[in-house]
Structure formats: structure tokens, C-alpha cells
């Protein structure tokens, strides 16, 4: 068990290892000092108040969107539609916002957040009804389902919002999340209350998936269906619930973008939020769990933000720290390969390599 515990550990680690490594060689090859490069990274990440707030402030969203890939995929579902969900959660919760500017701050806020949730909670319900009955590779329905949303987003904006205009109107104070001493204690940067919301999720997560009835079903319907409703359960039920639940939480990382970070929504271009990508990777470098999400959003957050002072301190180019983000973030997500390697590698029992160059061909007679 303890050798279990330390691999959940390690293979993250890796991960993170060798995809730096890899960015440092692709500095290398184009010619850039990966080392200044780094540092520069580092220093933009964390090298200031205002630089920790913009990273905290980066990685917020980030919490909700890796919480609900987590709960989809403990169930045994791919989410794929985290972004089309948190947009729904950002254009909720702004339309509401910019609605009712005058609504007193105790009653429109925590409407706002709600509404915003149950936008991305109700669009990631389609999947796991049709999942639930019909058996629809969720995959397939939820990248779908992505398009589908970023277009309504789009329409919804220039016609119904707004009058042909790019971008809504701003929120007014009572439906944001600015919190103006942590503006200050950061120098001016853009964290917001919505850390807070977003550690309280994690904890109740936590909680949700490791002791509640709940949380086993989950986890038993996620292991085997027809096994889970062989011992009682509706695994149908839990299939719903499981991508409500994980519907909810990428909404509210769009709320976070919408009543926190921008306190409006613009056109997409017919992109979705890149939060709900980052969300899979980084639930998947926090091994699923969700104090383990929280720090790899963190991280995230760090690569987004200390990324920009790149080309700046170091006169690295902006596509070059585009890649060495991405390989970062292409070897996290690949973290399974290393786990397959090391299981494998640790399945063999000692001594075996040896009898079987022994006993030379035998085996295959």
C-alpha cells in the first residue's frame, strides 16, 4: 500500500520532470538559454505579490473545471465537455449579473453563482441521460455538445444581449467577486473571492468521493456497471448524477471567468474556454484526488501566468514558451504511460530476466 501511495506521487513528479526537460531542450534547439528561460518562468509566476495573485487567480477556475473531470471520470466517464460547460456557467452568471445591476449583493451574487452552476450542471446532464438510456459514448455527445454551446454563446451575445456588439456590458460591483483587500495585499492583481469558493469545493469533494454512500456508488458504478446494479444500486441514476455533479463544477469555473476574472463575456470565434482542457490535465497530474487537484491547478496557474514574463526577461519568442507549455502539459497528461511503465516493469518478479536468458528458447518450444 505504502509503495502504491509513493508511485501516486512519484509518476506526477515525473511527469512535470520531464516535460520541463523537454521544453529546455526545445529552448535549446531554437537557441535560448533554458535556464534564464526558467528562471524567468519562475520569477513571473511567483516572484512577486502581484505576480502570486495573477497565479492564484489563473488557477481558480482551474480547481473547479479538474473537480469535475475527477467526478465524471471516478464514475467512468471521459467529460469531454468541460468547456461547454463552463461557458455556460460564464454566460448564466453575467446575463444575470448585468440584469439586475441594482439587486442587493447578498441576494445577486449567490444567484448568480447558482444560476451559473446549474447552466454547466443541466448542459452536462443531455450527456448522462443519453448515457444512462441509451448508451451514447459520452465522448462523442459532450464534444458535441461543445460546439453546440459555443455557438448559442456567440448568437447569445450579439442579438440577444447585446445589440451586434462583441463583448456584454460589464457587471456592476454587486455581482462581483473582487474582494478589494486581496487586491491590495497583491499589488493590484486580479484574485478574487471565488480561491475561496474554490478550496471549499475541493474539501467537499473530498468528502463526497471518500465518505459518503454517494461517493462508493460512484466509485463502484465507475468500476463496473452491471456489477453495481447486480448489488442494488441504480447505476443509471448515479450515470446522471455523476455528470450533473461534474456539470456543476466546470459551470462554476465559468462563473469564476465571468464574476471574477473579466466580470464579462465576449465572443468566443468559435473557440471554447481552454480552462476545460487544462481541467482534464490537471486532474489527471493530481491523480484525481482533489487536494492533489489543487495543487496541480496551482502549477497550472504558475505556467500560464510566468509564461508571459518569457519573452520579456528572457527575449524568449511567445510561441517558443507556447510549446515548452504545451510539452509540460502534454507529458502530464501522458502521466499514465509512465504508470504503465513503472507497474509493468514493477509486475515482473526478480530473478525472471535471468532463468529465462538461461533457459534460452525453452519458453517458446
Partial sequence: MNQK?????LIPILSVTIGMLFGA??????GYDPIQGYRALVDGAIGSPFNIGQTIRA?????????GFSIAYTAGFFNIGLAGQALWGWLISVWIGISFPDAPKVILLPCAIILGSLAGALWAAIAGVLKAFFNTSEVIVTIMLNYVAVYITD????NIITDRMDATPYIGPNASLKIQSLTDLTKGSTIHGGIFLALI??????????YTTLGFELKTVGMNRF??????????????????????????GGVMNGLGEFRNIFLTNGVAPAIGFDGMAVALLGVLNPIGI??????????????TSMPLMAQIPSEIVDIVIASIIF?????????????????VPRGTASKTSQNGGEAHD
Fill in 5 to 9: 501511495k509513493s508511485l501516486k506521487l
Fill in 25 to 30: 531542450l526545445i529552448m535549446l534547439l531554437f
Fill in 59 to 67: 488557477a481558480t477556475p482551474l480547481i473547479f473545471t479538474g473537480l
Fill in 155 to 158: 448568437y447569445t451575445i450579439r
Fill in 201 to 210: 469545493f475541493a474539501l467537499l469533494v473530498y468528502i463526497l468521493l471518500h
Fill in 227 to 252: 456489477a453495481a446494479t447486480y448489488a442494488g444500486m441504480d447505476a443509471k441514476r448515479n450515470i446522471i448524477i455523476a455528470m450533473f455533479l461534474s456539470g456543476a463544477l466546470a459551470g462554476l
Fill in 294 to 307: 489543487v495543487f496541480s491547478s496551482l502549477l497550472f496557474g504558475g505556467l500560464k501566468t510566468g509564461g
Fill in 331 to 347: 507529458f502530464v497528461g501522458a502521466n499514465y504511460v509512465i504508470t504503465y511503465f513503472f507497474e509493468k516493469k514493477q509486475s
